[in-house]
């Protein structure tokens, strides 16, 4: 699962300040940048990305639940996570992340429907987690404590599933994320992610607001594919550091300097953060990607569901002869009358 994109028009060319071109400009700062995903490459160190800006549509999912913060951290991250990998699709289809553990935070699910819709939801035991706040020990660990992340692309009914499993062990999901890739896909890759509470403008009502980038090392030669990066497996030793392609070990480090404010930071634009980051190269952006906050629960597919049961199945389920189906995701509620 790559991040390889086709190149857009020649006006998504972004041209850094250190690379003389005088004309450099932000090339998008108009309302709908706050809710996308921004596809970039860096040639000259082989690197392909994302970056991703999320606002009004992760705020009216979480508002939707009524979450603590503690939850909507760890949401946020989990929803930028799935749309930069979402977004890499090339066909109809969805992709969906769920962690299950025994932390504080028991399930979580995120689903990607190519090409724009995403929704979200998870689980917690609310006294559990008000007792941890409470001694201060509801890390973004805590939260998701032990137990397995699976990241699942779905091309629909008739096509094979792949499907990746991470262990959670105690560790935070930019550190769960690099794992699946050094184990499944095998492509050297760094994840930076921030959620966070900001003011609206004017001192506007508080919106919370994801960002976060990917990078991915894609050289053509394998020769320089050979990172330490990539493990041996279980019992081999760990690679030499000398191992690493000079470009790559430039580009962590370059990731490494990035701060939570500024990926989070409103006046900050993608592409201005992209410039930042590798000022001393020219970077091509390509078409920005829509992430929206959009359900695909519908009466008439519950309704097909339900028609599948029988009669006595209906009526074990049903109260006052009415069967209540609540969708976890956008909330909605739909009844159903059961035959008498």
Known sequence: MTSGETPSNPAAQVESPASG?????ELDTSAHALNRVLPFAVE????????????SEFDAIVRR??????????????VALAALLGTTLKFDGKFILQTQSDGLLDIMVVEFRTPSNIRAYARYDEERLAEA???????????LGEGILVMTIDQGADMQRYQGIVQLDGVGLEEVAHRYFRQSEQIPTV???????????????PVWRVGGLMAQFLPESEERMRMRD???????PEPDESDEDDAWT??????????????????????????????QYDIRVFDPMPVLDRCSCTRERLAQVIDRMSVEEQRDIA?????TANCEFCTKSYRFAVPT
């Open 250 to 279: 430039e580009a962590v480090a370059l990731m490494g300097t990035v701060e939570d404010d500024e990926l989070l930071d409103p006046e900050i634009s993608a592409e201005r953060l992209l410039v930042r980051l590798f000022n």
């Open 44 to 55: 000259e160190l082989d690197l392909r990305g994302k970056a991703i800006t999320l606002s």
């Open 230 to 236: 990539l493990h041996g497996g279980d019992g081999a």
């Open 21 to 25: 071109n005088p004309a450099f400009q």
């Open 191 to 205: 994840v930076r992610l921030a959620v966070g509470q900001l003011y609206g403008p004017n001192g506007g009502d």
């Open 319 to 323: 109260v006052d002869g009415v069967i």
């Open 133 to 143: 706040v409470a001694r201060n020990a509801a890390s973004p660990k805590d939260l």
């Open 65 to 78: 639940h009524g979450y603590p913060s503690e939850i909507k951290r760890a949401l946020g991250e989990a």
